[in-house]
T-cell receptor, first 115, second 115 residues
Framework: DVKVTQSSRYLVKRTGEKVFLECVQDMDHENMFWYRQDPGLGLRLIYF???????EKGDIPEGYSVSREKKERFSLILESASTNQTSMYLCASSLGGTGDGVEAFFGQGTRLTVV | AQKVTQAQTEISVVEKEDVTLDCVYE???????LFWYKQPPSGELVFLIR??????QNEISGRYSWNFQKSTSSFNFTITASQVVDSAVYFCALRDPSGNTPLVFGKGTRLSVIA
């Protein structure tokens, strides 16, 4: 079974802190994604990566950066946390290419509260 | 641009009723993938089904069935004889055929099944 693991289930951070959200997948997937989920807004893509050291901006990249130094790990960084970044963060991974197995698999989510 | 619309924000049914969740999509691609995910209260998105655009056969899996109609750009999800455990947020998603692109999600439909 595909396993996507996010480092924390719940986090509370202070405004201005630098925050790292870690995500690891164990299925050798090429693609990894960070989404943010807010009530009434659904899932919005922050960043994605289709290969090591490669990254692409999603719909709402402002205030975030990412790092992918190894294929299995994709980190989301909040450079200076703000209260409007309080949200549920979801990491996902998928195979590259087409055909069977292109669906994304998700981690359990990290609920971040910035105070 | 790709877009997924789930017009039903919340649905409430009594146990054993049938319920259909609507999904309408927009894409300029002639080939694409469609998906449904379930998000129970625990928060993790669970993959339910993938459909390729060239395969318009409907699919049934136990109490779940999916109706894909290319002519109306719809991919609807029906739960037959609903159960309390079906209570969750359900997301429809779309992806283009290239290997390295993210899923585009609708805003989700919250289904409540009442005993």
């Amino acid at each position: 079974d595909v396993k996507v693991t996010q480092s924390s289930r719940y986090l509370v951070k202070r405004t201005g802190e630098k925050v790292f959200l870690e995500c690891v997948q164990d299925m050798d997937h090429e693609n990894m994604f960070w989404y943010r989920q807010d009530p009434g807004l659904g899932l919005r893509l922050i960043y994605f990566s289709y290969d090591v050291k490669m990254k692409e901006k999603g719909d709402i990249p402002e205030g975030y950066s990412v790092s992918r130094e190894k294929k299995e790990r994709f980190s989301l960084i909040l450079e200076s946390a703000s209260t409007n970044q309080t949200s549920m963060y979801l990491c996902a991974s998928s195979l590259g290419g087409t055909g069977d197995g292109v669906e994304a698999f998700f981690g359990q989510g990290t609920r971040l509260t910035v105070v | 641009a790709q877009k997924v619309t789930q017009a039903q924000t919340e649905i409430s049914v009594v146990e054993k009723e049938d319920v259909t969740l609507d999904c309408v999509y927009e894409t300029r691609d002639t080939t694409y993938y469609l998906f449904w995910y379930k998000q129970p209260p625990s928060g993790e998105l669970v993959f339910l089904i993938r459909r390729n655009s060239f395969d318009e056969q409907n699919e049934i899996s136990g109490r779940y069935s999916w109706n894909f109609q290319k002519s109306t750009s719809s991919f609807n999800f029906t739960i037959t004889a609903s159960q309390v455990v079906d209570s969750a947020v359900y997301f429809c998603a779309l992806r283009d055929p290239s290997g390295n692109t993210p899923l585009v999600f609708g805003k989700g439909t919250r289904l409540s099944v009442i005993a």
